[in-house]
């Protein structure tokens, strides 16, 4: 079992910045890639970015590219996403969560085997 515990959320203006932090425990050594997806009102959930947790590959949607950048610190068994340049659209619930055998679909939510319980991003314009 791997738990997760995300943190970081909050309410800023449209440019500001926000550090989303994903502390990990348990069988962490079983983690493979680590994902950012995030879920707004009445839409499906949407993958963000992906960490490679033992190597040093990231890899970020579309939207995000350029404004997002996932890291991770190993000895803390904690992933970040650090979002800059928010804008209104980026409103929603980020998600962590933790793949133990990765199959190469890191945008698939269904890839993922544990997920953190969310922090709320609302970004007001």
């Known amino acids: 079992q791997v738990q997760l515990v995300e943190s970081g959320g909050g309410l800023v203006q449209a440019g500001d910045s926000l550090r989303l932090s994903c502390a990990a425990s348990?069988?962490?050594?079983?983690?493979?890639?680590m994902g950012w997806f995030r879920q707004a009102p009445g839409k499906e959930r949407e993958f963000v970015a992906a960490?490679?947790?033992?190597?040093?590959?990231?890899y970020y949607a579309d939207s995000v590219k350029g404004r997002f950048t996932g890291s991770r610190d190993n000895a803390k068994n904690t992933v970040y996403l650090q979002m800059n340049s928010l804008k209104p659209e980026d409103t929603a619930v980020y998600y962590c969560?933790?793949?133990?055998?990765?199959?190469?679909?890191?945008?698939?939510?269904?890839?993922?085997?544990?997920w953190g319980q969310g922090t709320q991003v609302t970004v007001s314009s």
């Open positions: 960490i490679s947790w033992k190597g040093s590959k990231t």
């Open positions: 969560a933790a793949d133990t055998s990765y199959s190469g679909d890191y945008r698939n939510v269904r890839e993922y085997d544990y």
């Open positions: 348990g069988r962490t050594f079983s983690m493979d890639v």
